[in-house]
Nanobody
Framework: QVQLVESGGGLVQAGGSLRLSCAAS????????MGWFRQAPGKEREFVVA????????RYSDSAKGRLIISRDNAKNTVYLQMNSLKPEDTAVYYC????????????????WGQGTQVTVSS
């Protein structure tokens, strides 16, 4: 089992940057694909980006390409999301999640979820 704790959210102006972190418990972090999802008020949870176990493969949503960068440090049991050129439409609760299977954009492929961190982008 993996426990995930996100941090780094906050309020930022449009065009600004934030770096989210997700710390995982346990010694098997490197055996999981890690993903970031987000959920805005009144909307379904949506995929943002995912990274393979080694970090060599990534998958981005169209809205994330060119602005958001995922990375992981298996020695620190942590996955990061660098968010640049933020837009008001990026406002949401951001969740990290762990999957035992292949890299995927599907919510139902991820078994473990953090509690989320709020990101608010003002115009």
């Amino acid at each position: 089992q993996v426990q995930l704790v996100e941090s780094g959210g906050g309020l930022v102006q449009a065009g600004g940057s934030l770096r989210l972190s997700c710390a995982a418990s346990g010694r098997t972090f490197s055996s999981y694909v890690m993903g970031w999802f987000r959920q805005a008020p009144g909307k379904e949870r949506e995929f943002v980006v995912a990274i393979s176990r080694s970090g060599s493969l990534t998958r981005y949503s169209d809205s994330a390409k060119g602005r958001l960068i995922i990375s992981r440090d298996n020695a620190k049991n942590t996955v990061y999301l660098q968010m640049n050129s933020l837009k008001p439409e990026d406002t949401a609760v951001y969740y990290c999640a762990a999957a035992a299977g292949d890299i995927s954009s599907r919510v139902d492929r991820y078994s473990y979820w953090g509690q989320g961190t709020q990101v608010t982008v003002s115009s």
